[in-house]
DNA sequence: ACCTATGTTGATAC
DNA sequence: GGTATCAACATAGG
C-alpha cells in the first residue's frame, strides 16, 4: 500500500543502493509492468549507463542516468524495491537490474499494478504533497465542489496523498472529509496542510502509512483514538473512509 | 469454496 | 470538468 512516506523511503534505497555502478543487465520481459515497451526496449536503452540521481513526486520514482534515458519507477499497490546478491530471480521480481557492483535490483511486486518505464510523463502529476507551497496547497485543493477528501487524493491536483494517509490527515485536522473543498476557509486549508506535511513527516520516520493513528480505527467497531466515539464510514472519492462521528462531523 | 476488500491508475460512459 | 463504474492485477481474509 504504498504512498509518499514508502515512496520516499524506496526513493532512498534507490539512492544508496543503485546510483554510479555501471548497469551490466536489464530484465524487462513483464510486458504488463513494462508497459507500453517491448521486452528488449528497456534493457537496451539502460545497459552499459550509469544511474546518477533518484528523484521521486507523489508516488512516482525516477532515475536519471549518465546517457539521457530516464528510467520511471511506480511501487503500485504492493510493490517495494529490493537489492539482493544476483542469481536466479524470485517470481515476484517484475523487473530488474544487475549492477557492475554485484548486486541485483529488483521491483517486487505480487499484484503487477508496478510500472517501470522509459522516460516517464510527469506532466500531470501535481506538486508533490511534501513540498507544496501554501499558495499553492489553498488554489488546487481549496477551488472546487468536490469533496475535500477526493481532492487530497487526486495525483494531478497534489501528488502522493492515498485513501490512508487522506483519512489520517483529515482526522487530524478534524474535518469532515465529505465537505466540499470549497467550503473550507484558509485557515482550514492552512490547518490541512499543516496536517498533511506533519502525518508525511511521522509516517517516513516510522516506516510507513500504516503506522498512522487512525490505522487502528479503520473497521466496523472502530473507535476515534482521541475522543472515542465511534467511528463513521462510507464510500468518499469512490474509496472506503473512516473518519470521527463526533469531531469530523 | 465463495466473496470481498485492498490501492492506484487509467479507460469508459454519462 | 465532474462523477461513477469498471478493469487490471493477485492475494489475504472473512
Known amino acids: 500500500m504504498p504512498e509518499l512516506p514508502e515512496v520516499e523511503r524506496a526513493r532512498a534505497q ?3 543502493g543503485a546510483l554510479g555502478q555501471q548497469i551490466v543487465a536489464v530484465d524487462d ?3 504488463y509492468v513494462c508497459r507500453p515497451h517491448a521486452p528488449g526496449e528497456i534493457a537496451e536503452a539502460l545497459t552499459g549507463a550509469t544511474f ?8 512516482t520514482m525516477w ?7 530516464v528510467l520511471g519507477l511506480h511501487l503500485g499497490m504492493t510493490g517495494a524495491i529490493v537489492f539482493g546478491p544476483p ?11 544487475e549492477l557492475a557492483g554485484g548486486t541485483r535490483m529488483a521491483l517486487r511486486d505480487k499484484r503487477r499494478l508496478g510500472r517501470a518505464v522509459l522516460d516517464p510523463d510527469l506532466g500531470r502529476l501535481g506538486p508533490d504533497a511534501a513540498e507544496i507551497s501554501r499558495d499553492a496547497f489553498r488554489t488546487r485543493v ?4 468536490v469533496p475535500i477528501k477526493a481532492r487530497l487524493l487526486d495525483q494531478g491536483v497534489i501528488a502522493g496523498v492515498g485513501n490512508l494517509l487522506a483519512d489520517e490527515t483529515l482526522w487530524r485536522a478534524r474535518l469532515d472529509p465529505r465537505a466540499p473543498a470549497d467550503t473550507l476557509d484558509e485557515a482550514q486549508l492552512d490547518a490541512l496542510r499543516r496536517e498533511l506535511r506533519a502525518a508525511i513527516r511521522e509516517a517516513i520516520a516510522l516506516g510507513g502509512v500504516h503506522t498512522g493513528q487512525v490505522m487502528p480505527a479503520r473497521s466496523r467497531t472502530g473507535s476515534c483514538p482521541r475522543c472515542g466515539a465511534p467511528m463513521s464510514r462510507a464510500v468518499v472519492g469512490g474509496r472506503t473512509t473512516y473518519w470521527c462521528s463526533k469531531e469530523q462531523g
Open 52 to 59: 546518477t540521481a533518484a528523484h521521486r513526486r507523489g508516488k
Open 29 to 31: 520481459r513483464d510486458t
Open 63 to 69: 532515475l536519471d542516468t549518465d546517457r539521457g534515458p
Open 142 to 145: 481549496g477551488t472546487s465542489v
Open 14 to 16: 534507490l539512492e544508496q
Open 87 to 97: 542469481g536466479p530471480t524470485p517470481h515476484w521480481d517484475r523487473f530488474t537490474v
